[in-house]
């Protein structure tokens, strides 16, 4: 493939696309893209391109049906060539290219509003309504969203990137205008066929079908995916439909022939569009939901563009609540995608940068790798995860344990009280999710786990800022939601030795459940411990101090497999390996000016913190709790010895780790004030994760000149006395 950077024009390879700018036949001529190489930039100027003539879905409905097919790969062209870079959601946009021009040709958004259910496919929807200038900017600090974004266009209504709610928004805004009397408004909610293996989309369905006269258009992308391969009995009913051997026959016609001819011509056009006609003959799949007393129409190839079009005209046409049943393929027109077992290309990465070192682990890898070694010596331990297998790290314990990991489906809610079952029934069920989507589950972590004192163990990915994926992927909630349920335990390792440690001694707790949060990313540099404070590790302290690969002994943390807290609270022993009874060593009161807690990946950003404090003269201890709740009582007396309190943490600070400190410390009446740093209490937008953190101050450099401010206002003598 040629790209000419300066013409902004893609060539393609002679037997896949010939521009329709270039009046030439190059496979009857060979020389032709030699030729083109050979331009000056002057000449290979040419006119724009058809996405660039598209600036809204108006100038869409101007193109004729034989220029959408050049259309629909100019728009591939873009987005592999910019998700390639910038990274994002590749394979469920390359699958629904053809059904997006379709919904904007057939609709009138934003009168007609369009819902795309999660969102994460709605890049073709962001290039048709106005957004190609910005396209190379979507999940950068600054740029577009890689979701719908109402502040970005009038075209983009929910932005929401949980599953299985486009439904339930659906029916609110139809209801919504049949009040106003603006009936002839339609709403049109795009699902997968994995957010329909949701509860929540078929409480919805369950109500659009009881008023069948509003205008719902419910159009199903049925790739038999969400992240992985959909599962569950409605996945087995639309299975019915792409297993059928004339219909796979069909497909595959269709998806060979369009992959190799981008300009469909006439007479090949008009035999690809005969075929589909029959395909409602072919199986009847409409009874299910025709049985809930909706219109059903379809299956219709999705990658046809007229077919779709002339499904979705019969839908808005027939004025009320109707389904529609797109058949796609995730990945399609790229083959790196389409062959990609694991989840199609769902999400890839941003490309390497140059010198940017050898790879490093994720946390995700550690976690999984821990839990399949835990497997082999537990066979009570079973994992379940919501439709997330390969993302949370799953993969290797479902290789080597089929029979104890099951996979529900976009069904959060069922997936933990299913964990309640299994505990009940004397298994250790680890629930893998991401931070984020364990809100969904709360009265079930509430009343069904943690109400029975179930061994239940949540591993919670994607903890504290995710960053690109924007403000409701976030998992900056779970550390102050889970605050208040009686009995869960909450670890936060700070780096992967812990997470190991922490692994194991949360799964060997009977009596209640736990949870286990870490940030997404790669893991931190390894931080040993230079002593204990009470079952709290000592990262630092004044006179001794710790870092990450700093040769001190590793030997000072918690052993896996060591005794655990079975309470809400611990005693306040204190003891360093080698009997020595003062946690902190043999430092005098006058130095231990700070004692700085950070929670998880923030305890290095507080040892950074603390080597800037003690150039200031300012002497500070630095403790990761390791097991943010229940807290350690042994900061009750360590806070005393301390001037001031100082919590980090990658959380919501209203109801979060820090909050809980300054409640232990109040209740038992210790004066030294306290401070708390995390993220504010606000949807915050999307951009890296350290440029996030670094925005809402949670780096070093902004703690250390906070912190100092502090100490210097409450004893300013040690600025301007002996530590100056």
Known sequence: MITFHDAAVMVHDATVMCPAWLECDPAADPNTLDQVRSWPATTRERPVSLLESVSGPLDLKDLSPGELPLLAAEIRDLLIQTISRTGGHLGPNLGVVELTIALHRVFESPADRILFDTGHQSYVHKLLTGRQDRFATIRQRGGISGYPNQAESEHDVIENSHASTSLSYADGLAKAYQLRGEGNRSVVAVIGDGALTGGMAWEALNNIAGAPDRRVVIVVNDNGRSYQPTIGGLADHLATVRVSQRYEQVLDYIKTTLSHTPLVGPPLYETLHGIKKGLKDVLQPQVLFEDLGLKYLGPVDGHDEQAVEHALRRARDFGGAVLVHVITTKGFGYPLAEENEEDCLHQVQPAATAGAGPAKVPWTQVFGAELLAIGAQRPDVVAITAAMLHPTGLTKFAAAYPDRVFDVGIAEQHAV????????????????????????????????????????????????????????????????????????????????????????????????????????????????????????????????????GDGQPRNAGRPAGDSHPAGDSHPAGNGLPGGDTHPLGDTHPAGEDVLLIGVGPMAGVCL????????????????????????DEALIEAARRHRLVVTVEDNGRSGGFGDAVCRLLRDHDVDTPAKTFGLPQQFLQHGDRAEILADEGLTPQHLAREITAAVVRRTPELVHGPHA
């Open 608 to 631: 950074q913190t603390a080597g800037r404090l003690a150039d200031q003269g300012i002497g500070v201890t630095v403790v990761d709790p390791r097991w943010v709740k229940p807290l």
């Open 417 to 548: 009280t299913s964990a309640a079952g299994l505990a009940l029934g004397g298994m250790h069920p680890v629930v893998a999710i991401y931070a984020t989507f364990l809100n969904r589950a709360f009265d079930q972590v509430l009343m069904d786990v943690a109400l029975h004192k179930l061994p239940v163990t949540f591993v919670l990915d994607r903890a504290g800022v995710t960053g690109p994926d924007g403000a409701s992927h976030n998992g900056m909630w779970d550390g102050s939601i889970l605050q208040v349920v009686p009995g869960l335990r909450i670890a936060a390792p700070r780096d992967a030795t812990r997470l190991a440690e922490l692994l194991r001694e949360a799964v060997a707790i009977g009596d209640g459940p736990t949870a286990l949060r870490f940030p997404r990313g790669t893991v931190s540099a390894e931080i040993p411990a230079i002593g204990k404070l009470g079952t709290m590790d000592v990262l630092s302290a004044p006179g001794r101090q710790g870092g990450a």
